[in-house]
């Protein structure tokens, strides 16, 4: 990932929760896990599944 962030969110990957499908922006806290990162919180990483938001 290029460490020049100008504040251009769009520019940033996402992909959607695996529980409730709403997209996630890539976080700096998350670079070196992006690929395993999987769900948008601890909500749904406790449900898995469970729910579908809107």
Request: aromatic share 10%; charged share 30%; glycine share 12%.
């Amino acid at each position: 990932m290029n460490t020049g962030f100008k504040g251009n969110k769009a520019a940033l990957p996402s992909k959607p929760c695996a529980a409730c499908g709403r997209p996630m922006a890539w976080r700096k806290a998350w670079a070196k896990n992006w690929e395993a990162v999987r769900y948008c919180s601890d909500g749904c990483r406790r449900a898995k599944g469970r729910i579908r938001h809107g």
